[in-house]
């Protein structure tokens, strides 16, 4: 599965061009915002300076130049809007990679491990040796006479060599479904927020234009808590497989020991917990776009977000029916 990984890595690469070539369209909705704030600063304006004159009042300035302000913002909405807060949370998503690339390494280590102390532990023992290899198959054939007895153990030696490769070969692919299906749930929650993002960014210009205008002035604030919530999605993505990581490499390393030093150790017990751990974290995949609105609160964005988890639930549901 080492080689899927790979190119899931690609695919999750392709979402991250696709975000940055994307980028320019914000140029095209800035000119629609720039008027739409420009009128709204005129009558923001115009309201405030008309209120002051009335009560002959000292006209206060600083509270004008908010809407100056927010048309800077739109003008050059990439670079000072975009370019400010990718700036901040790229090291998150850098950082929290890092931590997911060191504990998957030490996974595919102590798998290999693993696997090493579970051939050869086979090996010790006469009595499973001809499973695992050939070479030992063989010669144990070659030991048998033509005698109805020794034609009976043949025989048995076919059939369990046949019900191990037959058993090892369901457990392989059932884990190998898991884990492209445990790939799947993490490429479908990078491309939802890909997608939210992109979406997020073209319109942007539109939600700081409408900002400028009384009534809507938190327009602007909840479309940086939503698109801050969207951005995490994908550092908590990467912190729940690198703690599912982690879950393996401590089960391996468990493993390890017992394989070393316990000759009576089930290894298809630790097949099966493994088979546990990645069937939760496929279901835990769904708490992530939660968990990132419980770092930013983002009002307003609560019904997406449910809408995300029923569909991914629902997926779910329906993986978990096709497999059990």
């Known amino acids: 599965m080492i080689l899927a990984a790979i190119e899931f890595d690609n695919l999750h690469q392709i979402l991250r061009n696709l975000y940055t070539e994307m980028m320019p369209l914000c140029a095209s909705m800035a000119g629609i915002a720039k008027g739409i704030a420009g009128l709204g600063a005129l009558f923001y304006v115009s309201y405030r300076v008309w209120q002051s004159l009335a009560r002959t009042e000292p006209i206060d300035v600083y509270p004008l130049l908010r809407p100056f302000a927010i048309g800077l913002c739109i003008m050059f909405f990439p670079t000072i809007v975009l370019g400010t807060i990718n700036s901040v949370l790229s090291p998150v998503v850098r950082g929290t990679n890092q931590i997911l690339e060191t504990q998957t390494m030490d996974m595919h280590l102590y798998a290999?491990?693993?696997?090493?102390?579970?051939?050869?532990?086979?090996?010790?023992?006469?009595?499973?040796?001809?499973?695992?290899?050939?070479?030992?198959?063989?010669?144990?054939?070659?030991?048998?006479?033509?005698?109805?007895?020794?034609?009976?153990?043949?025989?048995?030696?076919?059939?369990?060599?046949?019900?191990?490769?037959?058993?090892?070969?369901?457990?392989?692919?059932?884990?190998?479904?898991?884990?492209?299906?445990?790939?799947?749930?993490?490429?479908?929650?990078?491309?939802?927020?890909?997608?939210?993002?992109?979406?997020?960014?073209?319109?942007?210009?539109?939600?700081?234009?409408?900002?400028?205008?009384?009534?809507f002035q938190s327009t602007m604030i909840q479309w940086m808590c939503r698109y801050i919530s969207v951005y995490l999605w994908l550092p908590v993505a990467d912190l729940f497989s690198a703690i599912l990581a982690k879950i393996q490499v401590l089960?391996?390393?468990?493993?390890?020991?017992?394989?070393?030093?316990?000759?009576?150790?089930?290894?298809?017990?630790?097949?099966?917990?493994?088979?546990?751990?990645?069937?939760?974290?496929?279901?835990?995949?769904?708490?992530?776009?939660?968990?990132?609105?419980?770092?930013?609160?983002?009002?307003?964005?609560?019904?997406?977000t449910r809408n995300v988890n029923a569909v991914i639930v629902k997926g779910g549901n329906t993986i978990k029916g096709k497999l059990f």
């Open 112 to 215: 290999e491990l693993k696997d090493r102390l579970e051939y050869e532990a086979m090996m010790r023992d006469p009595s499973t040796a001809y499973l695992v290899s050939n070479e030992e198959f063989d010669r144990q054939l070659d030991e048998l006479g033509w005698s109805p007895s020794d034609l009976m153990t043949m025989a048995g030696m076919y059939i369990d060599r046949a019900m191990y490769k037959t058993r090892k070969f369901i457990r392989d692919m059932f884990r190998e479904l898991l884990e492209l299906v445990f790939h799947a749930a993490a490429l479908l929650i990078d491309t939802l927020r890909t997608f939210f993002l992109v979406v997020l960014s073209i319109l942007g210009p539109l939600a700081f234009a409408f900002s400028v205008w009384d009534g």
């Open 251 to 304: 089960i391996l390393q468990n493993d390890i020991e017992r394989l070393a030093t316990d000759p009576t150790f089930a290894i298809d017990a630790a097949n099966g917990a493994y088979i546990v751990f990645m069937i939760i974290g496929i279901i835990g995949y769904i708490t992530i776009p939660t968990v990132a609105n419980w770092v930013i609160q983002a009002s307003g964005v609560g019904n997406y």
